[in-house]
């Protein structure tokens, strides 16, 4: 990624590809990662293993479309992004066609580039948490507020 913007949608290209290399590729070699259910890896490989399972089976037919909300610079060589993302599972789920939203934080670093040049930008830690009603605990999609509700708090 030459920057951290462009994670979003390096993250959705992988997730879509279903491509675990790819996946892995974004991440910084000790990267920690917090998928929506709060299971905690550390580690390039440990990542991979947590995804390349459930894009064998019931995400296997799945779609990531993620946008970006912000990018907050931390200082030369390091970011905070929050990006949306919402995941349409297909009928390989178990619960069949569903789509569930999610807001990822993730802190991004930039790896030394070669001769004077900028290097790439990895992941080194990412935390997703899945949108829900807090006074019913269900998950709700962000563009269809919850009856007399609003949006979640």
Sequence with gaps: MQKPEDAPRAFQDAWNNHDM????????????????????????GQIVELHAPIHATIYSDSTLRNELIDVVALGDGAAVIHFWSRLAAGAAHPAGPHAVDTLILAVLTQQAGQSGQAGEWRIKALENVTLTNPRTG?????????????RPA
Excluded: I, K, M, W
């Excluded at 290399?21 to 990267?31: C, M, T, V, W």
């Excluded at 269900?138 to 609003?150: F, H, M």
């Design 21 to 44: 290399a790819a996946l892995g590729a974004l991440f910084d070699e000790d990267a920690t990662f917090v998928n929506r259910f709060g299971h905690y890896v550390r580690g390039v």
């Design 138 to 150: 269900e998950t709700v999609l962000r563009d269809s507020p919850a009856p007399s509700q609003g």
